[in-house]
């Protein structure tokens, strides 16, 4: 059996957990506080002792918090400046010593939450703001929608993200996000929109039936999406 370590690196945590060919979880998630700074050297070095707490596997997939081009990491606003032309897919394979793919973490996520069925959209609230688009099951791209501009000035990351969340508070969050899924709804005219992220067990409005809020874990199980192919 081919078991495939997922990871999911975010701005406040990372999370592993070895997935079967089907996708099915093989062991208890686990995680530790993404390390300060976030550098290459330090995210790696945590990877590698999450891995080794999580026995065998064949192959590796990571969501990463930037923009990700064949393996190397173009961004990451939220961990570290010298990510940037990172050849990380591959540093990672060495100190694993198996084949690794990376993708964007708001990609990864939405592989493991959609139907496949017509225009999927699919936003993150954690730390970022994270956002991805599908048709028919095809990544169609990754929106980097967080830094695009979304109210006063302000991107749908300054407005949404962990930072807006402490400072403006859950209630006044909560009125931007149904500000936020209204424009998109124009925007996309998608047919079905996820909300993934860290912060969903924050939001308190009522979501339109297109809008499902989908488990952190999804995150993770979108892992073995990245070998179907
Ligand atoms: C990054 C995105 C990422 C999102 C969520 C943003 O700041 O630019 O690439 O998906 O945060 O982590």
């Not at 079967?20 to 300060?36: A, L």
């Amino acid at each position: 059996m081919m078991r495939t370590l997922a990871i999911d690196i975010g701005g406040s945590g990372i999370k592993t957990l070895v997935l079967d060919e089907s996708g099915q979880p093989q062991t208890e998630r686990n995680r530790v506080e993404t390390p300060q700074p976030a550098n290459p050297d330090l995210v790696i070095n945590a990877i590698v002792s999450l891995a080794n707490q999580q026995g065998e596997f064949d192959r590796a997939s990571a969501g990463f918090p930037g923009v990700v081009r064949a393996g190397v990491t173009e961004t990451a606003v939220n961990l570290d400046p010298t990510w940037i032309g990172f050849d990380f897919a591959k540093a990672l394979s060495d100190r694993l010593g198996k084949p690794v793919r990376v993708v964007n973490d708001a990609d990864m996520q939405g592989m493991g939450a959609i139907s496949g069925q017509g225009v999927e959209l699919v936003i993150t609230i954690g730390t970022g703001f994270g956002s991805a688009l599908f048709l028919n099951g095809k990544l169609v791209s990754n929106l980097e929608m967080g830094h695009h501009e979304f109210r006063n000035e302000e991107t749908y990351e300054q407005q949404l993200g962990r930072a807006a969340l402490d400072r403006v508070g859950q209630k006044k969050w909560n009125r931007r996000l149904e500000k936020a899924i209204s424009s998109l709804k124009n925007l996309f005219n998608y047919d079905r929109l996820y909300i993934g992220g860290g912060n969903t067990n924050k939001v308190t409005i009522e979501l339109p039936p297109n809008v499902k809020i989908v488990p952190n874990v999804s995150g993770l199980l979108g892992g073995i999406v990245l070998w179907r192919d």
